[in-house]
């Protein structure tokens, strides 16, 4: 027992050193130096979460062009159930919506076309910018979309895929939760539909939410 102290306190010991030695300049430069700084950064970030501030939601815009080019085959999904992602979604963000006392949205269907042309769109370019460097709410008016509205919004989340699909949707919309910006927009009360857009690229999963009101 009390060698099993001894070396328990040992432990403890030299841990504190390595986490001294990692925030000083001593070691700063050299193998040991980068790999305690490396073990330090995944205790720090252990998520790949990444979400992009949402754009101040905004009224009826014009489309710079009625012809810009659609993503193909928009449901490829890569061997994940994207059903069970976009409801699990829609689930967590009503259920958000109910505890802060604002209505339910309810899915729509252009909303949704839209939301998966972003998804793919975002694997190009994670951005409120299109790939064809287009504004974000020009997709509203793709002609297989073709959503008039008065008021709209997008959240962008992307994170590695590691989990089942449930607790992906549940962890990605935490991290759209703990931003400011994307929880304003999934509480926002003058809301009233939403369409969830989901791209899996074999590695990274890409989810998009589309508000709108429509006219």
Partial sequence: MRKFFSYSLLLIVLIGFGYWLGSSTILEGTKIGETISLMENKLKDDSLVLVEES???????????????????????????VAVVENRMLELLNDLRSEVGVAP??????????????????????????????????????????????????????????????????????????SSGHYENMIKKDFEEVGIGVHYDGTNLYIVQIFGTPL
């Fill in 55 to 81: 754009p101040d939601t905004s009224e009826q815009e014009q489309a710079t062009s009625a012809n810009s080019t659609s993503t193909n085959d928009l449901t490829e999904t890569n061997e994940i159930d």
């Fill in 105 to 178: 949205v309810t899915s729509n269907d252009q909303l949704k076309k839209a939301a998966n042309i972003r998804a793919n769109e975002t694997e190009e370019s994670f951005s409120h910018t299109r790939p064809d460097g287009k504004a974000t709410f020009t997709v509203l008016e793709e002609p297989e979309v073709n959503y008039s509205y008065r008021l709209a919004g997008e959240n962008l989340a992307m994170g590695t895929y590691y989990l089942a699909e449930k607790e992906m949707a549940e962890w990605l919309f935490k991290g759209l939760k703990d």
